[in-house]
């Protein structure tokens, strides 16, 4: 792993969502990064084209475009595409991260491989290109470079739909086509065009460098490596390495024809071509020296009980037995006949059983494309109503019947459930309706009412709907919960024991009609000494509220200096300080480090001082009480 610290983009937070790492490789076209997902706290891959590429408009929309279809291709070897975007002058993808080694590195270590070691990787190559020819996607670039080998031995197809982005570019065609130039198929060198069978082409040339350990082409550019791909035909590995069995050297040729036509029509033929010669391959490591073809069985053959042998028609010559010993039997042939009748028994009854085939693996696999292939593997489908389903997204198949891997009558029929994905439900509307109707509204909807809350609101009627809480119009799971919010209309605040003038001016702003009784009282003068409603009553906008206030008119140092306070010529004063508008818990441990006793009443929501008592700059003594209102 390439880990240069100089490259100027590790460390860099990418689109403000992916730190990049470390760097992992460089190629021709792009740069490849470790780097960590932010957002979701997983490690990515990111591959952020060059810059002649990522300032070419025509590359830049094509390149969006392909990812969006990538991303939709769903398959286990194929490396996944998360996310594609672009950050100022860098294009990139985001991409599954899969440590381990590219084939290339493979063969560079090990040189070629055995035939059958070299199918096994072929096979989920073939897997993972044959889902996207089905989804009417061509890679255009298959080679070792593209092919990921974890270290617990999956096989991983990476870059598709790459090679088509460039190909809207302004780059010169030679420089497309140094890299791979040796795994083009002829109509790619002589039209540039490409479809389903290019990728066959290059998958056979894949094929022969894995067991030969070389392309078959090499020249001293690429112009006449491309000449000998339009005007040669592929030659059979075991003339490169002759241990290489007969089977492969077939399966390259179909793979490699010149013509088009003349290959399989996709990768998934080729995969299943290359999956019988894998099964008919020995298990030892090379074939045996003669290379002689082996039998092949066909795929209609029968399962591994041997059949009998074919009954045949015995003539006897005549045999003279003298009369004067009795009858003796041949026991001889006595045995023949009696094996001669089971074994024609058992031929009959043996191709009179039923083809057993075993369902297919559909589930996890788009609808569409289960269809297909279910029904080209000779099964009658069929497709269900569709069920919701947490962890299977919609338009997957979600189940099978009968289940995958069951042994059923070639022909039968299967029937595909598709899934809906995760159910949800919409929040209805219940704004403005009362408490019982909100409920009944959530519950017939198929959610659960939480906690009720009320609220003081001025807009909206008492006791009608605020608001839900996930909001209306929201898609939750069936059965969740939603929190209601009612409308308390108006509600009393605590004015007891502030400023007369202060109490009548909140109470007003807060949409009461106030009216202001003065008595006589011990209490501090022209502050509140009862209200009504009661604090926390809930009341209707405009409802009155009286407040009682002890007499202003009582001469405040008379007052101080008399009642509880006593307050001697040596008493030690304080100033109090401003702290109308400070956050309620710093006022308090100001007040309180100042030796003065703090009550706190709240008046609504915030936590910021509105009022005080004593005002600001009073001159209290130690271990007087401030009142703060929030």
């Given at each position: ?5 100089a490259?100027?983009l590790?460390?860099?937070l990418?689109?403000?969502?992916y ?10 076209m ?5 780097a ?6 997983r490690t990515?891959?990111?591959?952020v084209?060059?810059r002649?590429?990522?300032e ?8 969006i475009?392909e990812?969006?279809?990538v991303?939709s ?10 996310d594609q975007?672009t ?5 990139y ?11 290339r590195?493979?063969?560079?270590d090990?040189?070629?491989l055995p ?7 072929m096979?989920?190559v073939?897997?993972?290109l044959?889902?996207a020819h089905?989804a009417g ?14 270290d617990?031995?999956?096989v991983?197809?990476v870059?598709f ?5 460039i190909e809207?570019?302004n ?6 086509m140094?890299g791979t ?7 790619q060198?002589?039209?540039g ?12 040339i ?6 030969t350990g ?11 490596v491309?000449?000998r791909?339009?005007h040669d035909t592929?030659?059979?590995p ?5 241990e290489v069995?007969?089977?492969i050297?077939t399966?390259v040729?179909h ?9 399989p ?6 995969l ?8 008919m ?9 003669s290379h002689s073809q082996p039998?092949v069985?066909t795929?209609s ?5 041997p059949?009998p042998?074919p009954?045949?028609t ?5 045999v003279e037995?003298?009369?004067r ?10 045995t023949l ?5 089971v ?8 191709f009179?059983q ?7 693996r559909l ?5 569409a494309l289960?269809?297909k292939n279910a029904?080209?593997?000779g099964f ?10 947490e962890?299977?997204a919609?338009?997957?198949v ?7 891997e069951t042994q ?7 029937t ?5 994905g995760p159910?949800?439900?919409?929040v209805?509307d219940?704004?403005?309706m009362?408490?019982?109707d909100a ?8 959610l659960t009412?939480?906690a009720?809350?009320?609220?003081a ?10 608001r839900?809480?996930p909001?209306n119009?929201e ?12 409308s308390?209309g108006l509600?009393m605040?605590d004015v007891?024991?502030m ?5 009548a001016a909140y109470?007003g702003?807060?949409?009461?009609q106030?009216?202001?009784?003065e ?8 502050t509140?000494?009862?209200q ?14 009286m407040?009682?206030?002890?007499r202003?008119?009582t001469?405040?140092?008379d007052?101080f200096?008399g009642?509880?306070n006593q307050?001697g ?6 100033l109090?300080?401003?702290v109308?508008?400070?956050d309620v818990?710093?006022a ?5 480090a100042l030796?003065f ?5 709240r008046?609504?929501?915030g ?11 009073s001159?209290r ?5 401030v009142?703060?209102w929030?």
């Amino acid at each position: 792993m390439d880990t240069t610290t100089a490259d100027p983009l590790v460390g860099r937070l990418l689109d403000g969502r992916y730190r990049i790492e470390s760097r992992i490789a460089r190629g021709g076209m792009a740069t490849v990064y470790l780097a960590l997902d932010i957002r979701l706290d997983r490690t990515v891959a990111l591959k952020v084209m060059h810059r002649s590429l990522a300032e070419d408009p025509a590359f830049v929309r094509r390149f969006i475009g392909e990812a969006k279809s990538v991303a939709s291709l769903s398959h286990p070897n194929v490396v996944h595409v998360f996310d594609q975007g672009t950050d100022n002058d860098i294009v990139y993808l985001s991409m599954e991260y899969v440590p381990g080694k590219t084939l290339r590195d493979i063969l560079r270590d090990r040189g070629r491989l055995p035939a059958r070691e070299a199918l096994e990787i072929m096979i989920p190559v073939l897997a993972a290109l044959g889902a996207a020819h089905q989804a009417g996607m061509v890679h255009r670039d298959v080679k070792p470079e593209n092919v990921l080998m974890t270290d617990d031995g999956r096989v991983k197809v990476v870059d598709f739909g790459l090679a088509r982005a460039i190909e809207a570019t302004n780059q010169t065609r030679t420089g497309v086509m140094i890299g791979t130039i040796g795994y083009m198929s002829p109509e790619q060198v002589t039209t540039g065009g490409a479809d389903v069978r290019s990728d066959v082409y290059a998958a056979g040339i894949m094929l022969f460098e894995l067991v030969t350990g070389q392309q078959p082409y090499d020249g001293e550019t690429p112009m006449s490596v491309a000449y000998r791909h339009v005007h040669d035909t592929v030659p059979r590995p075991s003339s490169v390495v002759p241990e290489v069995p007969p089977l492969i050297d077939t399966l390259v040729a179909h793979a490699t024809a010149r013509e088009p036509h003349d290959r399989p029509a996709d990768a998934t033929a080729m995969l299943v071509a290359a999956v019988d010669a894998h099964r008919m391959l020995p298990r030892m490591t090379n074939p045996p020296a003669s290379h002689s073809q082996p039998h092949v069985m066909t795929a209609s053959a029968a399962p591994s009980m041997p059949r009998p042998a074919p009954a045949h028609t015995m003539v006897q010559p005549r045999v003279e037995v003298p009369a004067r010993r009795g009858f003796r039997p041949n026991w001889f042939l006595v045995t023949l006949a009696a094996v001669m009748v089971v074994a024609v028994a058992l031929t009959g009854w043996y191709f009179a059983q039923p083809e057993l085939v075993s369902v297919p693996r559909l589930v996890g696999k788009n609808l569409a494309l289960a269809e297909k292939n279910a029904a080209a593997a000779g099964f009658v489908v069929k497709t269900a109503a569709g069920q919701n389903d947490e962890k299977v997204a919609e338009g997957l198949v979600l189940s099978t019947d009968p289940a995958e891997e069951t042994q059923v009558e070639k022909g039968a029929t299967i029937t595909l459930v598709p899934s809906l994905g995760p159910k949800r439900v919409v929040v209805p509307d219940t704004t403005g309706m009362t408490g019982n109707d909100a409920r009944a509204t959530i519950a017939k909807a198929g959610l659960t009412v939480g906690a009720v809350k009320r609220l003081a609101n001025l807009q909206v009627e008492r006791d009608k709907v605020i608001r839900t809480s996930p909001q209306n119009g929201e898609k939750v799971k069936e059965g969740a919960k939603v929190d209601i919010f009612v409308s308390a209309g108006l509600v009393m605040p605590d004015v007891a024991g502030m400023p007369k003038d202060e109490a009548a001016a909140y109470l007003g702003g807060q949409g009461f009609q106030v009216q202001v009784n003065e008595v006589d009282d011990d209490a501090e003068p022209c502050t509140v000494i009862a209200q009504a409603p009661k604090a926390k009553s809930e009341v209707d906008k405009g409802a009155p509220a009286m407040i009682t206030v002890a007499r202003c008119q009582t001469d405040f140092l008379d007052w101080f200096r008399g009642g509880d306070n006593q307050a001697g010529d040596d008493q030690q004063f304080s100033l109090v300080p401003q702290v109308i508008g400070k956050d309620v818990r710093d006022a308090q441990r100001e007040l309180q480090a100042l030796g003065f006793r703090v009550r706190v009443q709240r008046l609504g929501n915030g936590g910021v001082v509105q009022y005080q008592r004593p005002l600001p700059n009073s001159e209290r003594p130690a271990g007087s009480t401030v009142y703060l209102w929030h």
